[in-house]
């Protein structure tokens, strides 16, 4: 690893400020540590946010859950409000790497990183997501940009992520046998006038199948989908799947998650 | 006193193991040590044309940088495999040279090329990415199955063939055949595994300068071995000279047996450099360079009546070595295979046809089960097949074809003293539940899933040794193992083994032998191994060898400290011997009841006198003080454990996801010392043989590159992935050692991937599917099952 400069940051302000072209975020340091580790990313500064009370925690309103950019998958999986409000997210966060990365990572830390893989993003894409950050906010749907990318400027950080309430929902994951990460994912949301299908895992990144979220939007039943053929064409393929298990998975998911709704 | 053998005694070891108390090698740090960083080959086949280490020299903190250049001149010996097999022509194998650091070409990704000192890790890492080596990239030769096809990889060594070689007999196998109702046909790929220890391969090197010894502390699953062979290969120093010690070792799977480049390179280099060294690998370089396992390609046919009686067999299968031979990786896919290939059933005439290949991966030697598992999943296949052809049953062709008489020769070369493979098959249906399966198999398709059933029945020869047999097999050294056990005057004994623990239990096992042996409390006994300097010379830790060898060494060294202690005890109860017995640590005249303690002998020993009463030592005439004696023991035979093991899957054939629902394993390891540590064996074996049928993934790309080199990519079984085992024993007694152990360390390993397999095959409709049985193969099976199914409706 090569040396850098470790900050911790007392307050968003502080941390926005010492934020350059070479710098990081650390939150739960579960893909950044790794990285520097592997000499695949350096850093000059590396800015501990974990310190900052403001960015964890929980709330639920009537609408929405809120959850803090720093606050650990674990702490989101065990959530009694998560749990009520919304189940499916619960069920995201317990299902996320293992239990020594579920009680570091943090949901900040996994859209940020936007890893094509991540389970995290579908939510946000589902559930409609406002995601607030110490100067705007961002609608999921113009957040996550390709691979790796986000909406993100240099030194603007995440303070929160803000989940709409869906009158059903669920999330089902095929994962990666070797890092538990998704192959596919599919968080399939209900909400009052339409049904969001988010996939993760399949292409470059996270995205709304537009034909299954409307089948499901006029019939919301696994019928609907069944046998439903998806282009394989923009999907991944590598050792553990290949673009057309990937196609195939997603619809089978899709119908799972009906029916688990 | 209870008998301590056969009691669930708590591992004594896992108080210091569990608690973060373990000393292991990297655990190690020698003041004023250096840091070692290797420069890698990144390409797996390269001619080197030049290493320029003027750019690294100057950077900071570095002590020294060598290359295989100095190594070469320094005429330090290289890596070796340590068993000569002939081919069927009755030529030598071919055996390429395999220098610690690679001089004029590197023939895997990962091969060491040269080695930074520094003075920290960061610092060597660094400059080991400054030395600049001019490589001519050649194109590789990786594929298993076209080895013999690509160009040739080391000079003189046509084909890439190592050997090609024959056990059995080809006329009467085709006679056989040409007789035969029906021949059941298989081809399988047995896919190469990673061992994966958990404690990466690491090594500290402190020399001497005044008494010029080398003290090596190592991951090694054989010390004594090791020493041997750097020292008479190597040319690293004379034994005398060389410590090597294995403190704790955190698992192996065979992958610790070898000696290997780096472990030779600090040697050499810290007498060299006059600083001691520490090297740790780190999980990468564990992936790339740690001797991988198994890796055939086999085309096997079983001749049968309509009958299900089995009737010849023939195993032509290529065996990967990769790119070098190292010391089990000869013996492995020949000796360790080909007997075993005809499995636990009488078959009048076989024979077993391998052709080991060069290749430029990472070399491939024993791991956990070494030849036996591929022989088993050889067979197994064969046989549930065969069954399924026939629609007879699968536990009643079995059954048609077991030996009922032992001792058993086997068509090959052992010959089998002790087994009941009826009773341990039908105690592994009875366990599983095996009628009632296809009731279960009903209520998963109701549910829309697919259900399977497969079983597979082993026999492995273990317990490696005896010296006669395995050097007449070509073997280069003797495998027996020896023993010390030293009783103190206070009373507590130190048990010295040969052997290694390397995550067995030895600390807990052999005290349990020798505690019972000497009457004495377990707490009394100590077991120190893994230090050439203490104790006796031994073979190590492998073949499922430890207790069928080491243990019954322990057994012997008591019983000669029971022997010298009668003499001594007759001679103070003024008796003669004969009048003596002893029992539960007690040395009794029979008549008299009069007795002495074990422990007041040993006293004695050591105390021969007393300053009040007149001259008179308790010592018998001729006899010498102390109390400490040693015995090697080399059996006659190997032990032969054996079962049947039964496993149930689900498949959901719209995710292609194969859950293991239940397993049954059955298991004959003759007389059980442990039960707790037996089962524990059981497990681990188990979870890597399921690790090998539906998870572990070890692929190189065309070019040679490793591309599942991380837990990111390769795909390590985890608890959640297992059922709950369901566990039973049989037991027949090994007639070749006084304790009637056979070994149980690999059995599980050996017998699940054939009844995992089996299972998914059976659950699949019979369609035949190469392992692992990851979820993509088994989705693509099911849509044929589907479109067959539909076509047949
Ligand atoms: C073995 C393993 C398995 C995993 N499996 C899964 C899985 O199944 N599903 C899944 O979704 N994820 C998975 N992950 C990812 C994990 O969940 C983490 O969420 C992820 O690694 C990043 O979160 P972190 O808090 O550790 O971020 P860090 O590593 O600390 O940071 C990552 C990046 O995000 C930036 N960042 C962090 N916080 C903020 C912020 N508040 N504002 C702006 N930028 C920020 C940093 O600058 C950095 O570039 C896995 C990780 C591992 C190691």
Redesign the pocket.
Known sequence: MKTFNYHAAKDVKEASKLASNSS???????????SMKLGLATYKDVID?KHIKK?SGIKVSGKSVTVG??TK?AEVASSKDVKKAIPSLAKLAG????AQ??N???????I??N?P????PSACMALNAIIH?NNRRIEASKFFKGMFETA?KKG????AVEFKIPEKSNYQ?H?NPA????IVGVYLAKHKKEVNVAVTGAKSSVYIDKDLSKALSSSFSSSAIDGMELDSSEMNSDIHASAEFRASLVTTYAKKAVEAC | MASLVGSRVERKEDKRLLTGKGRYTADINISNQTYAAFVRSPHARAKIKKVDTSKALKASGVVSILTGEEIANDKIGGLIAGWAIRSEDGSEMKVPANPPLAKDSANFVGEPIAVVFAESLDEAKAAADLVNVDYKILKGVINTADAMKGETIHEGIDKNLCYDWLLGDRKAVEEAFAKADKIIKVDLINNRCVPNAMEPRACVVDYNTASEEITLYTTSQNPHLSRLIMSAFGGVAPENKLRVVAPDVGGGFGSKINVYNEEIVCSWASKKIERPIKWVAERTESFLTDTHGRDHVTHAELAITNEGKFLAFKNETTANLGAYARVFGTVTPTYLFGPCATGVYIIPAAYTNVKAVYTNTAPVDAYRGAGRPEATYTIERLVEKAAMELGIDRTEIRMRNFPTEFPFKQTLVHTVDSGDYVAGLEKAKQMSDYAGFEERRKKSVANGKLRGIGVSSYFEACGIAPSAVVMSLGCGVGLWESSEVRFNPTGQVSVFTGAHSHGQGHDTTFAQIAADELGISLEAVDVVHGDTDKGTFGMGTYGSRSLAVGGIAIVNACRKIVAKGKRVAAKMLEVSEDEIDFKDGEFVVTKSNKKKTIGEVAFACYLPGSRDSEFKSPLPEGEEPGLIETSFFDPANFSFPAGSHIAEVEIDPETGEVKVEKYTAVDDFGRIVNPLVVEGQVHGGIAQGIGQALHENTEYDETGQLITAS??DYTMPRADNFPEFNLGFTCTHATSNPLGVKGCGEAGAIASPPAIMNAVIDALGGQEISMPATAEKVWKACKVLKKSNSKAA
Not at chain 1, 24 to 34: D, R
Not at chain 1, 117 to 120: G, H, L, M, P
Request: glycine residues 14%; aromatic residues 8%; contains cysteine.
């Open positions: 990081a975020f650390l939150a739960g340091g579960m893909t950044s540590i790794p946010i960015l950019a720093t998958h299902g996320i790497g293992d990365v579920r570091r990572g943090t949901v900040g830390g996994s940020a990183n890893d893989s991540a389970c995290y950050t993100l603007e950080l995440i303070e994951k994962p890092s538990r990460y998704a | 837990y990111m």
